[in-house]
């Protein structure tokens, strides 16, 4: 493909004209932007001319890899036979259709239909609307409290942000009225467990949940919603004892369970979704991110028949829907995605093959002076930084090593990101046992640069 500009104008352009997402517009004025040039398999290629593995998958999302010719061939083919077309008023899409069709093939039992949206942002908005629809049906209207987690990540726009627990984004507006949405702590054992064992505080995070449903009365709590692993809140894998919990509470008082698979959906844990490691069955799942593998935006919520049959027999009218929900192009890529993630047994690499090689290797950057505790699930892991190992101190400065942590990776050819201390990976599903070999070599010359 022919360049339009030279790299210097294309700089210059996205510095004075381009306001980035979650950046500080201040410093970009100064600092500028790399620019990507194209990709292949695991790795990014810049206008530079460096070569860089990519440890995140994008933004957790590009689960098949890069380069897929299949996926553009499919979208080509598509826009030349129908670019858009709503799916509103009556009409449909053969794309659409048989992704609806095809993720009641790869989703736990209870799911037989699926709403779609643009992203994982609008998937989150949609289960708001959706979990009040289902309950003014049921004749319960009281019921309108979702409870979230502190430092979950539910997406940007007003109620995904609101649901989030991101204090920084709470800060910076005051979304939705609050007396709609409740947090409760999370089940991060390494920086809040104190004396607890795993167990012990696993179940005391989810007693939580309980105690905030009585607190509010039962009759006003809609759902409960979370990341079966909080993602970018710090890839916090929560105890064995947690989730078979909150999932008895949630049963207990009735409370609809929403499952945010849009980071471990997909493959990313070593399950289609996530809920799955932990034998838990949510109400409703929103996803995004790894349903097209980030080849083109979409998302939607997988919807289970206690809502569906819900909606469906007493709701009537619903409300609620995005231009474009269910857009063919996207639908056609999603399909030709979740074939490849299943003809080619990538969710089971994910759990024995290249996830397990990944575990193994992980866990023996433990031993490492900066290293508090190491934890994965298929390919999603967690590295935490800290100052001591005994007591899980943090460093003073916290959030200091982790950026030079990453900011030493990136200049070795590794992108990976922290959350403050905890250094984060999400690689590509097809990522080779050589290619992990390469992200611990650089992984482990970064710790040791921060040591
Ligand atoms: N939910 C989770 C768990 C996410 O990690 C994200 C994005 O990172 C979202 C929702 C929002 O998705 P999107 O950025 O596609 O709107």
New binding site residues.
């Given amino acids: 493909m022919t360049k339009p500009v030279d790299n210097a104008t294309i700089k210059k352009m996205d510095r004075d004209h381009y306001l980035h997402p979650f950046s500080n517009l201040t410093e970009m004025k100064q600092v500028g932007s790399r620019i990507i040039e194209r990709a292949e398999g695991v790795y990014l290629y810049d206008s530079d001319g460096h070569r860089t593995l990519d440890g995140f998958a994008g ?3 590009v689960n098949l890899g890069y380069g897929r010719d299949e996926l553009s061939a499919v979208a080509a083919e598509q826009m030349k036979q129908l670019p858009y077309y709503n799916s509103f008023f009556g009409t449909t899409n053969a794309p659409a259709a048989e992704l609806a069709a095809l993720l009641k093939e790869v989703t736990p039992p209870q799911f037989n239909h699926v709403f779609f949206t ?7 908005d949609t289960v708001v609307r959706m979990v009040r629809r289902y309950w003014q049906c049921q004749e319960q209207p009281s019921r309108k409290v979702i409870i979230s987690r502190k430092n ?6 007003i109620a ?1 942000a609101s649901l ?1 627990g991101m204090g920084y984004m709470h800060k910076q507006d005051e979304g939705l009225p609050m007396q709609y949405v409740e947090h409760i702590d999370q089940p991060y054992w390494f920086a809040e467990g104190g004396e607890l064992t795993p167990e012990e505080f696993g179940l005391e995070r989810a007693g939580q949940l309980e105690q905030k449903i009585l607190e509010l009365g039962e009759d006003n709590v809609a759902a409960f919603i979370a ?1 079966p692993i ?3 809140g710090g890839v916090i894998v929560p105890p064995a004892s947690y989730w078979p919990e909150i999932q008895r509470i949630c049963r207990q008082y009735n409370i609809l369970l929403v499952s ?5 959906g997909f493959g990313r844990t070593g399950h289609w979704f996530g809920c799955e490691h932990f034998g838990v069955e949510p109400d409703l799942m ?1 996803v ?2 790894g349903m097209t593998s980030g080849y083109l ?1 979409m ?1 939607g919520v997988i919807v289970s028949d206690k809502v569906a049959n819900v909606l469906v027999e007493k709701g009537g009218d619903f409300n609620h829907g995005f231009t474009y929900s269910g857009h063919p192009v996207s639908a056609a890529v999603a399909v030709a995605n979740i074939k490849a993630l299943r003809d080619e047994g990538l969710i089971e690499e994910a759990a024995s093959g290249s996830g397990a090689y990944f575990r193994q290797q992980l866990q023996l950057l433990a031993e490492h002076p900066v290293v508090g505790e190491v934890r994965s699930v298929g390919l999603v892991g967690a590295i935490e930084l800290c100052a001591d190992k005994q007591s899980r101190d943090f460093f003073p400065d916290r959030g200091a090593t982790g950026t030079l942590c990453r900011l030493h990776a990136l200049e070795n050819g590794l992108v990976l990101r922290a959350t403050e201390d905890t250094m984060l990976f999400s690689p590509p599903l097809v990522i080779s046992h050589a290619e992990i070999d390469e992200m611990m070599t650089i992984t482990r010359a970064s710790l040791d640069h921060v040591a």
């Fill in positions: 933004l957790w999302c643009g992203s994982g942002s609008e998937s989150n979950a990540y539910h997406g940007s726009t995904g989030g990341e909080q993602g970018a945010d698979e849009v980071i471990c929103s995004a991110k935006p998302g």
